[in-house]
């Protein structure tokens, strides 16, 4: 995959990580931030999408359709007006939609992506599901070091901040945003303390805690 080149404003990332590690020493460690990790339960979302969604599961889609809805409904990074609508929508699937739905998350996790993401905006579209919340919470719980979480506030205000040039939020997912967005988190990942380096959730929350409005944490 052919990774395009988008800039970062670095001297900003570097301020914003020394003003928040002046607060918080340990990075993700501080006891008040891992305090509040857990009201999210990442680590128990994570554990149990890897459980639910490893290959072999595949050979019953329509569990694992039923497993994408239990685990987005009980995510909290996922709007509660979305949950439910995801809910009765794949109740009133077919029995073959359903299975296209669990077998466009497998390629979205083990086999061709950008297929996979494809199918699963497809699917989604008609029902105006289309959400990046939506098509981008399973691969972000089930590899957190890998994938990303697109919220859009999140989204805009760190690519605004950050000067990420060559990278221009939309509403309506697409493969290519998605891939590009994923990079360049990544990339500025590597740029700061390995105490800052956890979950890309985590580290996506860092950044937009440190630029909304200018503002810095505070205890």
Known sequence: MKRETVSVNRQRLKAVESEFLSVYP????????????????????????????????????QLVAENMVKTIGRSSMVSVFEKPRLRDWVKGMTHQERESYALALRDM???????????????????????????TILPCYYAPHDEVFVKPTTAKGIIRYFDLEGLEYKPAPSYQFYINYRNQILAMKEKVSPSLQSNNAAFCGFLMMMTQQGQGPSR
């Open 26 to 61: 340990d990075g993700f460690a501080d006891p008040e931030l891992v305090k509040l990790g857990k009201k999210h339960q990442v680590e128990l979302r994570v554990r149990q999408s890897q459980e639910f969604f490893a290959p072999e599961c595949f050979a019953q889609p």
């Open 109 to 135: 996790l083990h086999g061709d992506m950008e297929y996979g993401f494809n199918i699963m905006l497809d699917l989604l579209r008609p029902a105006k599901l289309a959400k990046w919340s939506l098509m």
